[in-house]
Structure formats: structure tokens, C-alpha cells
């Protein structure tokens, strides 16, 4: 490790990754608990579990290939195949979630409903971008280690 924001990213990794499959397999016992309190959750039971899990998995694997690009910052070697790779599947694991919550549109509009597609959908383009600027980088870097 290199040093403290390293250490730091890498447990925010970590545990977002580990927390969020235990909030996914407890989602059917919060909303449950929730309903008790908001008929909104208790009403809506079955479409809430299918949407918010359906997207919680997708949420997790752009953890996921994001420890694995990660993995990378820490070996000195982030601009190879697989960093592109990993970056469209963010993006099109983002736009995703994005349609996903799209869904709950259709059960009950919120501002932060609106906020979350947008960030979503900024984020999925981002990603599709960046894994374009990515895929030119290790084009040139193995133009240049040939050259060597």
C-alpha cells in the first residue's frame, strides 16, 4: 500500500462491497419493517424488492469493477485492457440502475427519484467516455513498449 488515501479508498471499497450484499439479502426484512411504518413500503412490497434489488446488484458489480480497477492503481499498472473493460461495464451497468428507477416512477414520483436517474445516467455516459479515453491510453502505451 502506498499510502493513507490508498489504505482509506481501499476499506471504503471493501466495505461498501461487503455491506451492500448484506443489505441485498436483507432488503425483503427492511422493507417489511419499513412497511410497518409507511404504507408506502407495505403497499408497494413486491414492485419495491424486485426494483431496489435489481438495482442494489447492479450497484454492487460497479463496486466490484471498481476494486478491480483499483487493484490496478495499487500494482502501477492502470492503463491495460481490462480497465476498459470494466469502465463500459460501469457504464452500462449505471445506465441501468438508471431505467431501473425509471421504474418507480410508475409507484410514486420524487424529486430525488429524478436526481438519482440524471446521476445515474451522468455517471453511465461518463464511464462509456472515459473508457474510450482509456482503450486510446493503453493503445498508445503498447505502440510505446513496443517501440522499446
Given at each position: ?131 474510450q479515453v482509456f482503450d486510446k491510453a493503453v493503445t498508445y502505451k ?7
Amino acid at each position: 500500500m502506498k499510502d493513507k488515501l490508498t489504505i482509506i479508498t481501499k476499506f471504503i471499497l471493501d466495505f461498501m462491497f461487503y455491506s451492500g450484499i448484506l443489505v441485498i439479502l436483507t432488503l425483503p426484512f427492511s422493507i417489511k419493517f419499513f412497511g410497518r411504518y409507511n404504507t408506502y413500503f407495505a403497499d408497494n412490497y413486491i414492485p419495491l424488492i424486485l426494483l431496489l434489488s435489481s438495482s442494489s446488484v447492479f450497484a454492487i458489480l460497479i463496486i466490484y469493477e471498481l476494486r478491480k480497477m483499483f487493484r490496478t492503481v495499487i500494482n502501477d499498472d492502470c492503463f491495460i485492457q481490462a480497465n476498459v473493460i470494466s469502465l463500459r461495464r460501469m457504464g452500462t451497468y449505471s445506465l441501468i440502475i438508471a431505467l431501473i428507477t425509471a421504474g418507480r416512477l410508475f409507484l410514486y414520483i420524487t424529486p430525488s427519484v429524478l436526481i438519482v436517474i440524471l446521476v445515474f445516467v451522468i455517471a453511465g455516459l461518463f464511464s462509456k467516455v472515459l473508457s474510450q479515453v482509456f482503450d486510446k491510453a493503453v493503445t498508445y502505451k503498447l505502440e510505446n513498449d513496443l517501440t522499446i
